[in-house]
């Protein structure tokens, strides 16, 4: 009778240890795993999450505080690389802080993501004529053009680099449909100026300067361009 009692208290006891263990593994278990969980859960950014960076880092653009900006645009591109304007922000940024091959590869990235943006397409030409990858920048336009004939601003760079190539007369040409397209648009006459005098024409030059200097002289706006003109017309005498 008394060896039966201490059995059965013996197993009370393990009984009881084995539930205390138990719940001593329980209590472990949400600590260590079920509440970091939660947690996690109920702090994951969402699919949004990065559009607080972009915004923050768009009140930083319009302040002129490139690197901050910078620094935001990277983070929501952590956030959503598969957001292309989160990468074409970060590429238009990288160039304002002139780091050309970044802002390449953050553009090449938008434009893989969407394909069909123009503005990006553009912008990854300038960036590569800004790091003389010509050809690669010629190719861009030539895309932006079949969507934009009418764009005098993509003529003018497909001039420039026509020119810098040595090829004169397809860079006049592409100047010159420039200004067709746009009569005041002055950046194209400069750069027509400076055709002519590669090519030793030294008349032709003076009157593409005169024109500018006559024309955006009349505007505080454009003012700077007529300034231009005049200084490479100084230089012509």
């Keep these: ?17 084995k539930r205390n263990y138990i719940i001593a593994i329980a209590a472990f278990l949400i600590l260590v795993v079920a509440i970091p969980v939660v947690i996690y859960m109920k702090e994951r950014p969402g699919p949004d999450y990065y559009l607080k960076f972009q915004t923050q880092g768009r009140g930083y653009v319009l302040k002129g505080e490139w690197e901050k900006a910078a620094a935001e645009f990277e983070k929501a591109a952590k956030y959503r690389p598969d957001r292309f304007e989160t990468h074409n922000d ?6 304002k802080l002139q780091k050309i091959e970044r802002a390449v590869e953050e553009l090449k990235e938008a434009v893989r993501i969407n394909p069909g943006n123009i503005n990006i397409r553009y912008s990854l ?35 420039l680099i026509q020119s810098d190539a040595g090829d004169y007369d397809k860079a006049v040409k592409a100047l010159k449909h420039s200004i067709g397209i746009k009569p005041d648009y002055y950046p194209a006459y400069i750069n027509l100026g400076k055709v002519y005098e590669a090519q030793g024409e030294m008349e032709s030059a003076k009157r593409e300067y005169q024109k500018v200097q006559k024309m955006a002289s009349k505007k505080p706006e454009t003012i700077s361009y007529a300034r231009i003109a005049e200084k490479r017309l100084a230089n012509l005498k």
């Design 1 to 17: 009778q008394l060896r039966e009692t201490t059995d059965m208290e013996n197993e009370a006891v393990q009984g009881k240890r």
């Design 90 to 95: 970060l590429g238009m940024t990288y160039l």
């Design 125 to 159: 030409g300038a960036a590569y004529q800004r790091m003389g990858r010509l050809e690669e920048a010629l190719k861009e336009y030539h895309i932006v053009v079949k969507a934009r004939p009418n764009s005098p601003e993509v003529f003018n760079n497909i001039g």
